[in-house]
């Protein structure tokens, strides 16, 4: 499965932001009136055929409690019925990064969340995906382990050193991607023009190697190669 490229908008900021992003919990206010402008006029931009992001602030909603201490403002994002959750993985990941680049501080969540009211606040025809809060934070992010890169493509060190310097970009920049429960549920595959994240049949597999495909598009970029992400 092929993914429309959002790249073109802030990638030169996003792929800073891959290296520093964390999940945050607690926060010490909402988010500055004029990066929620810039988050606003971005959800805008990403929102599209697959995908769409909207994003709230409402202090009583039932949406975020769970997970937004210290701020009134998320973001809900969904995908079209029919489509895989893969495309709202890789749109919301962008949205994600511009967030970090801001100053923001946001966390994928869907079991912490109150799904069906999530649910209410979508258009019409879009189903839920994840909720994020939004704010300024304020706790210790947690460091994630990460598994090797010899263990997500097959490689050896050895064929590893041996790659372009686009496909070893893409694939560190993919190794670090955020997945749930930090499962890294997915086999990455670099070719000619092509980089993959591969699913495993783990309970959002597909939606976390939508974020995968962007971190790999981000890292070839980030060398000068413009790929096809794709999910398979």
Avoid at 74 to 101: H, K, N, P, Q, W
Avoid at 114 to 125: E, N, T
Avoid at 198 to 213: E, M, Q, V, Y
Wanted: charged share 20%; hydrophobic share 45%; net charge neutral.
């Amino acid at each position: 499965m092929e993914l429309a490229s959002v790249l073109g908008l802030d990638e030169g900021r996003w792929a800073s932001a891959v290296q520093s992003r964390r999940s945050h919990r607690a926060f010490a206010s909402a988010p500055a009136p004029e990066a929620l402008a810039g988050l606003e006029k971005l959800a805008k931009a990403l929102s599209g055929r697959e995908a769409v992001i909207e994003i709230f602030d409402m202090p009583d909603n039932p949406v975020s409690a769970g997970i937004r201490k210290g701020t009134s403002c998320f973001a809900v994002i969904g995908r079209r019925s029919d489509a895989d959750s893969a495309f709202a993985g890789y749109t919301g990941e962008a949205f994600m990064l511009e967030c970090e680049a801001l100053g923001v501080g946001t966390c994928w969540a869907w079991a912490s969340c109150d799904r069906g009211a999530a649910q209410k606040l979508l258009p019409s025809g879009y189903k839920l995906d994840c909720v994020t809060p939004l704010g300024v934070p304020n706790d210790a992010p947690r460091e994630r382990i990460l598994k090797p890169l010899t263990q997500l493509t097959g490689l050896s060190e050895e064929r590893l050193a041996a790659l372009l310097p686009w496909q070893r970009s893409a694939l560190d920049f993919a190794r670090i991607a955020p997945s749930a429960m930090n499962k890294q549920p997915w086999r990455f595959v670099v070719s000619d023009g092509v980089a993959a994240a591969r699913r495993s049949g783990l309970l959002f597999a597909a939606h976390d190697c939508g974020i995968a495909a962007l971190h790999l598009e981000l890292g070839a970029r980030a060398e000068g190669e413009n790929i096809t992400p794709r999910v398979i």
